[in-house]
């Protein structure tokens, strides 16, 4: 299972979804042009895949710049602007890429697929091995490439919340098919039921009166909440009840959707069985 965020600007043309179209059936890229009858416009696509690999007796300024000169897009000037671009300036020449550590080779897996100024950018798992200061810095980073540069950049990642706070797009991919592609307000907008949080007390009596009018069930994260399913328009009035049934409301707020609960609403059907909860007194035993 994978999820695709798609970060572009907004005034990026917007391809049709993968299958929509014959020439993504055809294994082609967009830029006009089918790559079976010109590989050039690969030559506008830059990628990371995961667990970027480099020599490890080079240093990253000599791993670079093997690759650009392999490319043809040798410049000093954009290997050293790169460098210092992901934090990398200082230890261009030493150490050796061997006693980088795993955040290291992700900034530069990234500067390599920066090389030669792509259009597009594809980034498989970037955020592996770095710290939360260092995914920060990731999110910034790609940010101002497609705001400041007008790059489009194709995240794929199992880390869903770093997806939601990224991206302007998802795609939802399972055994290799697309269950849901689109602006993520829009996903999140058209799968979502509006839920509140209610925190009142005695909560046995909140249950009930409030069986009677929607659905609802407890919050298991806190013992005096419940979660409704209502209407923006219902609120007032389930308030009302409450009060009219001496319970006291504490709070009433939103339960914002998340992409996790996008995915597994729409994965549900398709999910795989969930393997077998382990037998802890055997283990043990």
């Known amino acids: 299972m994978a999820s695709w965020g798609r970060t572009a600007p907004e005034n990026h043309h917007h391809p049709p979804a993968a299958g929509s179209d014959p020439a993504y059936r055809r294994g082609s890229l967009r830029f006009g042009e089918p790559v079976r009858r010109n590989p050039r416009v690969l030559a ?12 490890p007796f080079l240093s990253a300024w000599d791993n670079l710049a093997v690759l650009a000169r392999t490319l043809g897009h040798y410049n000093p000037a954009r ?26 080779k992700q900034r530069l897996g990234l500067a390599a697929a920066l090389l030669h100024d792509p259009d597009i950018i594809v980034l498989d ?3 592996n091995g770095l710290d939360p200061q ?20 194709f995240f794929s990642s199992h880390l869903l919340n770093e997806v939601q706070q990224l991206c302007d797009r998802v795609a939802i991919i399972q055994k290799g098919q697309l269950l849901a592609e689109g602006p993520l307000a829009e ?12 925190e009142a007390t005695p909560i046995e009596r909140a249950l009930a009166v409030l069986q009677a009018h929607v659905p609802v069930h407890p919050y298991a994260q ?56 382990p037998d802890l007194a055997a283990l043990s035993g």
Not at 48 to 55: L, N, T
Not at 87 to 98: D, K
Not at 141 to 147: E, G, H, M
Not at 258 to 269: P, S, V, W
Request: net charge neutral; charged share 20%; hydrophobic share 40%.
């Open 79 to 104: 290997l050293h602007h790169l460098l210092g671009l992901l934090g990398l300036g200082e230890v261009a020449h030493a150490p050796l890429v061997r006693g980088f550590s795993t955040g290291m």
């Open 222 to 277: 806190q013992g005096s909440t419940l979660v409704v399913q209502a209407d923006r328009a219902q609120v007032p009035e389930l308030a009302r009840l409450l009060t009219e049934a001496s319970i006291s409301i504490y709070s009433i707020q939103p339960q914002n959707r998340t992409l996790e609960d996008l995915f597994l609403t729409i994965t549900r059907n398709t999910q795989e069985p969930p393997l077998d909860e």
């Open 44 to 55: 506008r696509l830059g990628a990371m895949v995961e667990g970027a690999s480099f020599y």
């Open 187 to 198: 996903l999140l907008g058209r799968y979502a039921a509006n839920r509140y949080l209610i």
């Open 125 to 127: 798992e970037p955020t």
């Open 134 to 153: 260092g995914i920060h810095a990731f999110r910034a980073f790609v940010r101002r490439l497609v705001d400041e540069q007008g790059k489009t950049v």
